[in-house]
Structure formats: C-alpha cells, structure tokens
C-alpha cells in the first residue's frame, strides 16, 4: 500500500506563507570588513558571535519564537512526535565491558532520558550503579563514560552538563556504591586511564574571567595525574607543551602493562605522534614509538611489552604492525600485510587480533594470532557494521555488536574456542523488516568517481517521482556513514518516503584516499559526489525538486549549507543541523583549529580562495530562489558554536525575498547532540513535519 498527499486544497488550508510569518527581528548590519590576502571580506553580522550579549540573546529569542509558532500550525506535528515516541520505546542495552569478575552495562528502558549504567558481579544479578535520570529535574545532566581501576575499587565516571563538551569526572567506591568527593573540573577531549590508586586524564586551565567558556579557544591541554582522595588542585602535571598550545594531549596505560603511552596531536596535520616511557619511572625520558605528520597510527594494545596497532604508514588502507624492542631503540615490523580493503578497525583479545575491514560500506572481521597468521573470520548477519571485540588476554569469550539499516543493535557472545556467536542482548524494536528494504546504487560523480549510496523505503515502493525523500551525507574527517539501525526513519519510511544515505568522498568507506579526495582543496569533490546523488533521485524518478530535502549535521550541516547556495534549483527543502557554516573563521572558537587538516585554513592563500569559494556564510546572495530552510542549532553547542548558525541565518533571512520560510530553531540547555532523548525526539519531530510540510505531504495521520 502507497501513502501520497492529500488534495492540496487541503494544504494551503494549513500552509503558511512567509509573509504570514511573524516579522523577522532585527539584525542589524554593521560596516566591518576584513581584508584577507588582499580580498576584503565583509562580515556584517559579527556581533552575533557574543553569545553573552543581551542583544544577541534577545534575537534569538525572538527567532526561537518565530519557528515555534510556525511549527506549532502544522497539524500533524504532535501525532509525529507521539509516533517517534512509540517507534523508540523499547528496551536497549549497550555492549557490556568485562573487568575481571565484573561486568558493566547500561540499559535504557522506553523513552528514558538517559541509560542506567549497571554492574554484575559474577554468577550474581545485575545492580543499578549510576542513574543519570536522578541527576536533573530536566534531565540535562548526563552520564559520558566510565572507567574502573585495575583492581576493581574505584569507578571513574565522567558527568556533562546541557550537552556541552565539558565534562565533570567523579569517582565511586564500587565496594561501598559510596560517592567519593572528588571533582575533576574543565575537561575536555579526554579519557581516563587508571594506573594503581589514581588515574591520568587531560584538562584544560579555568577559563580567564570575561571569555565564554561556551565558545572560547581551548589552548593548552595538559595531562595530569589524580590520586583518589585528594582535591583537583593537588594533582600531579605529567605533561605540557607551552610551544604548542593547539594541540590535543593524552596518556594510556594499558592494562596488563607496565607502560605510559602519550600522544599528541595537532589540528593542522592528520597524523599520530605517540611516545612510550615505564609508567613507574616518572623520570624517564619519553621515548618517541611513532612520529608523523601525515600518517596514522591506532594502537590496540600491549602484550608482554609488544605494542599492537595498525598504521597508514607506506600502506594507505592500513596494515597491522607491533613495536619491539628497548623503548630507546623500538622496531616497527608489519604483522598483517595491506589487503585490497581498508582495515577501519582492530580488536585485541585471548591472544588473537580481530580485523575489521570496509567492503563497499560494509564491514568483515578476520582474525589472526599475535604474528599474523589468519586463523579465521567471524560470520555476521548480513551486511552491516560491526563494533567491540575488545578484551584481556585471558579472555576465552568477547562480545561484539552488530547492526544494519533493517537489523536493530545486537549484541553477541563470541567464543573464542570455538569460533561461534550468540545472541547477548537483541533489540525488540517496534520493527517489521519484511516491510522495508535497504538497497545499494552507485552513482556516478562530476569527475567520474564510482558513489555509493543506499536508499532505505518500503518494500511496495514504486518510483513515480512522488516520494518525499531525505536526502543525508557527511563527507568529512574519515568517518565513514555506514549501516546501522535508527527506528525514528521507520516514521518517514512507513508513509512511502525514501532516505537516502551518501557515502561522500571525505569520508572513510575506501580508507585514507577516499577521505584526502574530499579534503582542503578537494572539499568541492564531496560536494559534486552530493549533487550527483540529488541528481541521481531526480533522473530516477524516486521523487522531484520540490519532495526533496538536503540534511546533514556538523560537517554534514556544512554540506547542506554549500549545496543550498551552489545547487537552490535541486532541493525544495534545506535542513542543516549544527553546522559548520562560516569557513573563515571556523578556527577561531573552542576546538574548531583541530579541523584544519580537513578544511584548510585562511593563513595559506590557496586554501582560503578554496574556503570563500564554498563557504556557506559567503555564498548567500540576493535574488536566489533558496529552498525553504530550517537551520536548527543549539544554545550549548561548545563544538560547532551556534555563532555558524546565528550568522548564516541571519544573512539568508537578509537577502532571501520569496515566500518560503527561512527559520532558525534553537535547542537550549543542549549541545551538539541532543541532551535528552526527549530532546532528541523534539528536534526530529520538527524536522520532518517541516520537511513534509514543505514538500505538500500530508501523512495520514492528524493531530488529536
């Protein structure tokens, strides 16, 4: 059965018209041009970036109101929250972490806020530790991740607040489940990693009094050492690097090792430096294990002082090696030879090695012994992504996750003695896969390049060019957008929509070459695959210009943001979510320099004509039919900073003088992902009744 639109007399009866809208409020315009390698670049809407001007709060208070009431006349807007709320109510668990005789896991039952965190003691029941839907009234105050000593005393645990980056790291005495009084404040990008009665981690200094801790550059990242006990001040400096501010530094102890792994890097460069002294031996020197600006190494871990990883090094789709040796004299020697696909992932445990590979945008593991002879592989479901096969040396069983466009998360038992899975944890989604399909197309780019990208509808689609379809891509950073299962799209699906996923050059689904294509001076590359594919779904009949939607988030929000103002005529509506949206001075707030080894920076001059040239904030001009536009940002977002957002809105609101809504929502009290899952249905809920709002798609269901 096929769902189309109601008679669009019906639609003008609930559409309003961009004049019916509330007045746009006041953004004013100020004379301030910047002259860059001799080209003057006017930025009028600067004063947006002050996110603790009482201006700039009452603008966006203003725009907050003018979305929400246009939101609030779509009819059908209240009926698709509750259905997104029905689609995400079931039982989830994560992959659980074995620590000796425990094991941790967390569970979220329903439409919870947060997951609990529990642990199981062995041959016992599980208990709840830590339950983050206790911390708030509101349910802002979540749990990130968490750590226990090697002895099983102590769980580390890292707290964030409305969805910022900071976090807060406290710890529990899991003997007692008594709160223990210690505070780690201004931490950011770091883990934890406990070495007897304390543990490393890296933060950053208080913010100076009068700057946004919110949107401030995050300068100087130090390592330090805490003792259980003891107050933050006290702590230990293991290690800084005054010459190098802008840099990210961290330190690992693996376990079952007498080693201190540290590692550094820097935003300019997109390769590791990874340096290795006895962590009983604070004053060794640091011995350098790896060092490159351009290649990457992921270590996996150590066994009897042999360091396990796998590098890019002469091997652009990754190799496994080890480092052998004293620390002053270290030999890298290849264990797993470079194959035909790129390794995207490894697992160490019970003396084997668990190499993850991407096929076409799906994954396969094998598994070899500690040098390198392939003992066999793991068999999965079908074609999907897979995580986890991580564990101690003495395990005999791990577990690992599974998942696809149609195969909810599950997570599987795996025996290592006698190579065979079973089922730990299923997912019981609210889920028929007999009714919907996931299916693969290659598309080819502007340049010849082979795309894929994968289309998810129902089984009775038939391609007549009225589907209202979402079209999402990311394409950046070697991050690779493969299967994996989301039951809110059953919610678009489920009315004869089509989603649409594009595997973007930039990304990493054909390793280190398919993301250095989509990069720097290549970014436009990861454009023109974008368009190709919008092109594709028009040419193919699965829908037309006016059903079709452009949605990204971050980098991906960058991609809406270039595609609207290179491409206007292909898409009837743009969404992007948290975006990186003014490409010349991204570098400028919190940890934005960590992206110049994808975008480039404005201090290179070929790299910023490449920069003006797509920017999104620069791009805008008069007299363009836009499609209809919702840029949804967050108050809290302290990664890409809602200053992107309040600016390109802004000017897209300036120069656009058609009748389609150009709106701006923002989420507060959250931050780059959604705080909440309450949050998160919220926002989902708006995007898609605009969405069909827009395409004149009616579901069939109404509000109550």
Known sequence: MRYTSLPLVLLFMTTITRAQLHPLPASPREARVDTIHGIPIADPYRWLEDDHDPKVM??????????????????????????LAQLYDYTKFSMPNRHKDLTFFRKQTGTQNHSVLYMQKKGGDPVVLLDPNTWSKDGTIGLDSYDASEDNRYLSYMRTEAGSDWREIHVMDLRTKRYLGDVIKWVKASGVSWWKDGFYYSRYDAPVAGTSELSGVNRGQKIYYHTVGTKQED???????????????????????????????KGSERGSRIFVRHVDRPQEAWHTLFSSTDDQLDIVGVHRDVVYGATTQGAPRG???????PLDALKMETVVEQGEHPIVGIGMA???????????????????????KRTGTVTLPGLGTVGGFGGRHDDTTIYYSYTSYTYPTTTFEYDLRTGTSKVWKKAEAQFDPGQFTARQVFVTSKDGTRVPMFLLHRKDFVADGTAPTVLYGYGGFNISQTP???????????QGGVYAIANLRGGGEYGEPWHDAGTKLKKQNVFDDAIACAQWLIDQRITTTPRLAINGRSNGGLLVGALMTQRPDLFGVAVPEVGVLDML???????????ASDYGTVADEKEFKALLAYSPLHNLRPNVDYPATMVMTADHDDRVVPAHSFKFAAMLQHVYAGQRPMLMRVETKSGHGAVNVSTMLDGMADKFAFMWQQMGFVPRYQNR
Request: proline share 5%.
């Open 350 to 372: 019970g003396g084997k090695l668990f190499v993850i590979r991407m096929i076409d945008v799906h994954h396969e593991v094998t598994i070899y012994d500690l040098n390198g």
């Open 484 to 494: 994996a299962f989301n039951p809110l799209l059953v919610a678009w699906l489920e």
């Open 58 to 83: 009452q603008w966006v208070a203003m725009q907050r109101e003018r979305t929400e009431t246009y939101l609030a006349t779509i009819p059908f807007r209240d009926a698709l929250r509750a259905r």
């Open 585 to 595: 001075r991204y570098h400028l707030f919190t940890i934005g320099w960590n992206w």
């Open 319 to 325: 190799r496994i090696v080890r480092f052998t040796g």
């Open 235 to 265: 702590d230990k400096l293991v290690y800084e690097d005054p010459n190098e501010p802008l840099q990210f530094n961290g330190c690992w102890v693996p376990e079952e090792s007498n080693l201190l792994l540290r590692w550094a890097s």
